[in-house]
């Protein structure tokens, strides 16, 4: 079975600070590995993915993640937040031949002036 | 514009009441979702369809039920069986099982 686990229900991060939002996951076989955003009351979008190749992935909206196997991890980072990046952020994982998403619990990211 | 649209935003039912969720999608995607979120817990998975005519259990499909008759079509029902339904329901649809999923804006349903 597969899990994601999201260090952090809630971070704060000052206008121009880094952003840098942890993920890891437990998978027995190669991952397909995604972050997703959600602003209140709507649906999630999707940020970036990871499935095979550069292990730097880069997304939507100036933000990045780094698919690092030896830790099983795959954080997501942004330079310098913005007040717009302020949202709930979704870790999740699947993987080839997999049916189904597993999210993280989800991390709310509050972005103070 | 394609994507998944879902009606309506909001949703207000007493108790006891079967109510009945829509999905659409023009994504041309095989693949559909529905999902439950509540507050502090994340995304759970109550139903998903691979394929018109075929659909499989989530983790919590107990007191839901949904059909999957055309490919762009997925609508959930709430019966009067699931002790809380009161939560904002997500619709999601992807090309595959193992590809990344696009979701819709949510219903936020309140039974009281």
């Known amino acids: 079975a597969q899990s994601v686990t999201q260090l952090g229900s809630h971070v704060s991060v000052s206008e121009g600070a880094l952003v840098l939002l942890r993920c890891n996951y437990s998978?027995?076989?190669?991952?397909?590995l995604f972050w997703y955003v959600q602003y209140p009351n709507q649906g999630l979008q999707l940020l970036l993915k990871?499935?095979?190749?550069?292990?730097l992935v880069k997304g939507i909206n100036g933000f990045e993640a780094e698919f690092k196997k030896s830790e099983t991890s795959f954080h997501l980072t942004k330079p310098s937040a913005h007040m717009s990046d302020a949202a709930e952020y979704f870790c999740?994982?699947?993987?080839?031949?997999?049916?189904?998403?597993?999210f993280g619990g989800g991390t709310r990211v509050l972005v103070k002036p | 514009d394609g994507g998944i649209t879902q009606s309506p935003k909001y949703l207000f039912r007493k108790e006891g009441q079967n109510v009945t969720l829509s999905c659409e999608q023009n994504?041309?995607?095989?693949?559909m979702y529905w999902y439950r979120q509540d507050p502090g817990q994340g995304l759970r998975l109550i139903y998903y369809?691979?394929?018109?005519?075929?659909?499989q259990k989530g983790d919590i499909a107990e007191g839901y039920s949904v059909s999957r008759e055309k490919k762009e079509s997925f609508p959930l029902t709430v019966t009067s069986a699931q002790k809380n339904p009161t939560a904002f329901y997500l619709c999601?649809?992807?090309?595959?099982?193992?590809?990344?999923?696009?979701f819709g804006p949510g219903t936020r349903l309140t039974v009281t």
């Open positions: 994504l041309n995607h095989d693949a």
């Open positions: 369809s691979q394929i018109v005519n075929d659909f």
């Open positions: 998978s027995s076989v190669p991952p397909y």
């Open positions: 999740a994982v699947t993987r080839a031949a997999g049916n189904k998403l597993t």
């Open positions: 990871y499935t095979t190749g550069a292990t």
């Open positions: 999601a649809s992807s090309i595959g099982p193992y590809y990344e999923q696009y």
